[in-house]
T-cell receptor, first 114, second 114 residues
Framework: AQSVTQLDSQVPVFEEAPVELRCNYSSSVSVYLFWYVQYPNQGLQLLLK??????LVKGINGFEAEFNKSQTSFHLRKPSVHISDTAEYFC????????????FGQGTRLTINP | NAGVTQTPKFQVLKTGQSMTLQCAQD?????MYWYRQDPGMGLRLIYY???????DKGEVPNGYNVSRLNKREFSLRLESAAPSQTSVYFC?????????????FGNGTRLTVT
């Protein structure tokens, strides 16, 4: 069975500082990984996804994530954050591209301080 | 383009009352989902409908029923609300081809059961 662990429930950073949000997964077979973002009082929207190929994936708003199979991780990074990046970020996993279900992590709340 | 529309936005129920959460999408998507979001637990799948006419249980289906009324609409019913069902409920849809397509979320229904 798949599972996702987001290691930090909250991450406070200063504006223009770099940030890394950590995600580890467990899956017995092939894995497909996603990061979703939830802005205040909104639903989630897709930030980026890893299906195959290059392990470095670029997403919207300057975010990127690196798939590391040996460490079973898919950490999300941004070199310089902005106030508008304040949101909750969710890592998610599936073991089947055609699957109808994703397993979500617990979420990490990113707070940007001026 | 409205996307995924959920009604109501807020609801307060007394224990034992019933209600139906409505969801409609105007993107001609095949699959629709109901999630609940609780602090520290991420999103958990309640029920989903892979296509019109089919529904399947997710991770936390107890206490809920669903109806896929047509391709556009997917409703969630609480027959006898309990305080443990206090949560934020999200409806989502996917175009086709499984979870590699982005999930499109509504803005949520905040439900309190007293």
């Amino acid at each position: 069975a798949q599972s996702v662990t987001q290691l930090d429930s909250q991450v406070p950073v200063f504006e223009e500082a770099p940030v890394e949000l950590r995600c580890n997964y467990s899956s017995s077979v092939s894995v497909y990984l996603f990061w979703y973002v939830q802005y205040p009082n909104q639903g989630l929207q897709l930030l980026l996804k890893y299906l195959s190929g290059s392990t470095l994936v670029k997403g919207i708003n300057g975010f990127e994530a690196e798939f590391n199979k040996s460490q079973t991780s898919f950490h999300l990074r941004k070199p310089s954050v902005h106030i508008s990046d304040t949101a909750e970020y969710f890592c998610a996993v599936s073991d089947d591209q055609g699957a109808q279900k994703l397993v979500f992590g617990q979420g990490t709340r990113l707070t940007i301080n001026p | 383009n409205a996307g995924v529309t959920q009604t109501p936005k807020f609801q307060v129920l007394k224990t034992g009352q019933s209600m139906t959460l409505q969801c409609a999408q105007d993107m001609n998507h095949n699959s629709m989902y109901w999630y609940r979001q609780d602090p520290g637990m991420g999103l958990r799948l309640i029920y989903y409908s892979a296509s019109e006419g089919t529904t399947d249980k997710g991770e936390v289906p107890n206490g809920y029923n669903v109806s896929r009324l047509n391709k556009r609409e997917f409703s969630l019913r609480l027959e006898s609300a309990a305080p443990s069902q206090t949560s934020v409920y999200f409806c989502a849809s996917i175009r086709t081809g499984g979870i590699v397509s982005p999930l499109h979320f509504g803005n949520g229904t905040r439900l309190t059961v007293t």
